[in-house]
């Protein structure tokens, strides 16, 4: 079955203790991002990355490391995790980038984390 | 700045009640205006994309049309399922492709 996959589901953590959240998408996409979502202000982007070895910044970046070493992993880092942190986060991934067309973006189950 | 808009931020409607949701949206250089449905505690789920003003798009009871400056999201005769969030988003063009979403309407559709 297509899909992309978050681990973990559900975290409750403490301030300054480092995690990473998983995602892998078994569909072969080139783009990958990903968003967190707060009540009152939506879907938000934290980081993408439109190829192995290539991110950038959306509008949310602090506080958020990513890495992509392979073309269907893309994990998000909380080097050390604040209280502002805590939110529903989503990774999705698209099939390609093209110069003109847009692909749409298939969603994770998304991760509530906790930051206490 | 990027920017989506959307309204209402809610709408509750009868079975049978068609409506519309709109999306206005400042988007740099817009290369492609998405609309999606979250279900409550869910991943969005595309619905539809739309390329330049004047196209339309449907999918069973939904329609998804576009202008230069908003998208609209026309419902015809809405059942309970239909209730959801709606999210609109624009994607910028050039080199960015950056992803800007609404806040979304939550869409609730009584028997």
């Known amino acids: 079955e297509a899909q992309v996959t978050q681990n973990p589901r559900y975290l409750i953590t403490v301030t300054g203790k480092k995690l990473t959240v998983t995602c892998s998408q078994n569909?072969?996409?080139?783009?990958m991002s990903w968003y967190r979502q707060d009540p009152g202000l939506g879907l938000r982007q934290i980081y993408y990355s439109m190829n192995v070895e290539v991110t950038d910044k959306g509008d949310v970046p602090e506080g958020y490391k990513v890495s992509r070493k392979e073309k269907r992993n893309f994990p998000l880092i909380l080097e050390s995790p604040s209280p502002n942190q805590t939110s529903l986060y989503f990774c999705?991934?698209?099939?390609?980038?093209?110069?003109?067309?847009?692909?749409?973006?298939?969603f994770g189950p998304g991760t509530r984390l906790t930051v206490t | 700045e990027d920017q989506v808009t959307q309204s209402p931020e809610a709408l509750r409607l009868q079975e049978g009640e068609s409506s519309s949701l709109n999306c206005s949206y400042t988007v740099s250089g817009l290369r492609g205006l998405f609309w999606y449905r979250q279900d409550p505690g869910k991943g969005p789920e595309f619905l539809f994309t739309l390329y330049s003003a004047g196209e339309e798009k449907e999918k069973e009871r939904l329609k998804a049309t576009l202008t230069k400056k908003e998208s609209f999201l026309h419902i015809t005769a809405p059942k309970p399922e239909d209730s959801a969030t709606y999210l609109c988003a624009g994607e910028s063009g050039g080199s960015n492709y950056k992803l800007t979403f609404g806040k979304g309407t939550l869409l609730t559709v009584n028997p």
């Open positions: 569909m072969n996409h080139e783009y």
């Open positions: 999705a991934s698209s099939p390609s980038l093209g110069d003109r067309y847009s692909y749409e973006q298939y």
